[in-house]
């Protein structure tokens, strides 16, 4: 018997909900249905009640079931008895010299994790976590050295969007068409705490939620998923989301990359770039982003410029050259101008956009590498946090 094929329609994926569970955020549109059957939502109404709550949810924006006013008040109030609309608490907000924005988040059992804002000219990303901690200890980044707590719910990951629209007013108002002015917030990217394919169905679930159409709308090609090699999970990232790809690449031989990216002595260069080269075919994305972090006297020289160059060669690709972004206690630093320039230009001339990121929000720790949540921070340095 053939394999099922696997669709990326949100309609097609589980449906299992924990028990008990009544946040309605999160859900499939097949789970939010089922949620309303076992609460007595007739079945030939059921799929109309979940289109209607869906957009009030996200499209609107809504928290109150009494605000659903193309529901039946007594509806309403059998909704407002079984279930909730709860979001992430948002315990700090920073705001940087850039406008970068960064939120400390608590989530269910006290957690914290952090979500990052980066307004730019005529777009605004956001860059959200999946984990709580990290597993894989990459050494150059700050996220790594927190241990992995737990993984977060499709709740908790789209939860973080929820939030930040609610920071920057993109909701539209009550009883008024939406906004048509551009998105503040019109990109995602999964580059916060934690590796996304090591929380694979939260995160799809969260993504399909923030591409459906009459919710929050974002196109898949709005949304990069950075991996930093979980090769299995590649193939069905391609065909359960569909997104944009970015690789966490960082090195050039197996021997470098063992270090930078443990995960590498895993799955080594050669075993990922193999799963690299069906992706953009398989997920219909124009290529691939590999991001390389420059460190000085360790990847950044021209021989290593050339080998990557061989090493992607056939993969349609974009290199983003991020400076490195010290911490305290950091083993490496950042390459200097020079460097990073002569590199950008051996790859420029090889004919792959090489753009160079201009790191941001470095004065409240939000740039690439940098997170690590306040309460890790005031574990390790009780002293200091309390100041």
């Not at 009550?174 to 990217?189: D, F, H, T």
Request: hydrophobic share 35%; glycine share 6%.
């Amino acid at each position: 018997m053939p394999d099922t094929p696997i669709t990326p329609d949100v309609m097609a994926l589980p449906r299992t909900v924990p028990e008990g569970d009544t946040n309605l955020v999160g859900k499939t549109r097949d789970q939010l249905h089922d949620m309303l059957i076992a609460a007595g939502t007739p079945e030939k109404q059921a799929r109309m009640r979940v289109g209607q709550i869906w957009q009030w949810i996200y499209n609107k924006g809504v928290r109150d079931f009494s605000q659903m006013t193309n529901l039946a008040k007594d509806y309403r109030a059998m909704l407002a008895e079984t279930f909730t609309i709860e979001l992430p608490e948002v315990v700090t907000r920073q705001v940087s010299d850039d406008g970068t924005r960064k939120y400390l988040v608590r989530i269910a059992g006290g957690h914290e994790v952090e979500t990052v804002y980066i307004p730019e000219e005529g777009r605004g990303t956001l860059c959200i976590s999946s984990q709580v901690g990290c597993t894989l200890t990459c050494s150059f980044c700050h996220t790594g050295t927190q241990r992995l707590v737990r993984n977060l719910t499709a709740a908790e990951i789209v939860g973080q969007i929820m939030l930040a629209r609610d920071d920057l007013g993109e909701w539209p108002e009550p009883g008024r068409a939406p906004k048509v002015e551009a998105r503040l917030l019109s990109n995602i990217v999964l580059m916060g705490m934690g590796e996304p394919l090591y929380n694979f169905d939260a995160v799809r679930d969260a993504m399909k939620i923030a591409m459906d159409g009459e919710g929050i709308s974002l196109s898949r090609r709005r949304i990069t998923l950075s991996t930093s090699g979980v090769v299995p999970e590649i193939a069905r990232t391609a065909e359960e989301i569909g997104c944009l790809l970015a690789v966490s690449f960082h090195a050039t031989t197996d021997e470098v990359r063992d270090k930078l990216v443990p995960i590498n002595r895993k799955w080594n260069i050669d075993t990922l770039l193999d799963a690299l080269r069906d992706y953009p075919r398989l997920s219909n994305s124009e290529r691939i982003t590999f991001e390389y972090v420059m460190l000085r006297d360790v990847n950044d020289s021209d021989d290593d410029a050339r080998r990557l160059i061989k090493l992607i060669k056939g993969i349609p690709a974009k290199i983003n050259l991020i400076p490195f972004n010290e911490w305290p206690g950091a083993p490496y630093q950042r390459s200097d101008a020079k460097r990073i320039k002569s590199f950008a230009d051996i790859i420029y001339k090889a004919g792959y956009a090489s753009p160079v990121r201009k790191p941001r929000g470095e004065d409240i720790m939000a740039a690439c590498g940098q997170l690590k949540s306040a309460t890790e921070r005031a574990r390790k340095h009780p002293k200091k946090s309390a100041g």
